[in-house]
T-cell receptor, first 114, second 112 residues
Framework: SQELEQSPQSLIVQEGKNLTINCTSSKTLYGLYWYKQKYGEGLIFLMMLQKGGEEKSHEKITAKLDEKKQQSSLHITASQPSHAGIYLCGADATSNNAGNMLTFGGGTRLMVKP | NAGVTQTPKFQVLKTGQSMTLQCAQDMNHEYMSWYRQDPGMGLRLIHYSVGAGITDQGEVPNGYNVSRSTTEDFPLRLLSAAPSQTSVYFC???????????FGSGTRLTVV
């Protein structure tokens, strides 16, 4: 089965600093999803990456997919307290995902100090 | 649109009791899934469905049953609750592959 490893597991940054979260897959990535979860709440979809080298941005969050390395990174520029939460990466298990098996990494817990 | 609605939000069960966690979506999504989230274990897939009448097992299906009689509803049944099933349960739906999942707000279940 596909395994996703996220690093770091937790991160504390000062407000205004940049940060990067990594997601590494044990198998080829066909679709990579980034989610944010606020403590005690559900998951909010951030963005999806499919093609090697693809990069997407939403406000101050940028995600990239490096297909060769089977890795994706999530970069937050000028972090704010509103960015605090748990960031999870998820991946489709197969190329056509006929089995609808979306697996998730263990999450990265982000705290932003004012 | 309400999105994905899960009920109840909180539930306490005694060992051996059965119950059904409800999940409904109003986005006409074909794909629906149930996950459980445990500290240190991340999100693990319990069961999923790719359309009405079609369900399949995920990573941790034992002790749970599902059915999908309509596109909108995907209930999760605990047959005989055990303390190991204490967890936060999330239902999610998406239009098809290559689309992001929309998650419900979760059901926090405690089995004593």
């Amino acid at each position: 089965s596909q395994e996703l490893e996220q690093s770091p597991q937790s991160l504390i940054v000062q407000e205004g600093k940049n940060l990067t979260i990594n997601c590494t897959s044990s198998k080829t990535l066909y679709g990579l999803y980034w989610y944010k979860q606020k403590y005690g709440e559900g998951l909010i979809f951030l963005m999806m990456l499919q093609k090697g080298g693809e990069e997407k941005s939403h406000e101050k969050i940028t995600a990239k997919l490096d297909e060769k390395k089977q890795q994706s990174s999530l970069h937050i520029t000028a972090s704010q307290p509103s960015h605090a939460g748990i960031y999870l990466c998820g991946a489709d298990a197969t190329s056509n995902n006929a089995g609808n098996m979306l697996t998730f990494g263990g999450g990265t817990r982000l705290m932003v100090k004012p | 649109n309400a999105g994905v609605t899960q009920t109840p939000k909180f539930q306490v069960l005694k060992t051996g009791q059965s119950m059904t966690l409800q999940c409904a979506q109003d986005m006409n999504h074909e794909y629906m899934s149930w996950y459980r989230q445990d500290p240190g274990m991340g999100l693990r897939l319990i069961h999923y469905s790719v359309g009405a009448g079609i369900t399949d097992q995920g990573e941790v299906p034992n002790g749970y049953n599902v059915s999908r009689s309509t596109t909108e509803d995907f209930p999760l049944r605990l047959l005989s609750a055990a303390p190991s099933q204490t967890s936060v349960y999330f239902c999610a739906s998406r239009r098809t592959v290559n689309y992001g999942y929309t998650f419900g707000s979760g059901t926090r279940l405690t089995v004593v």
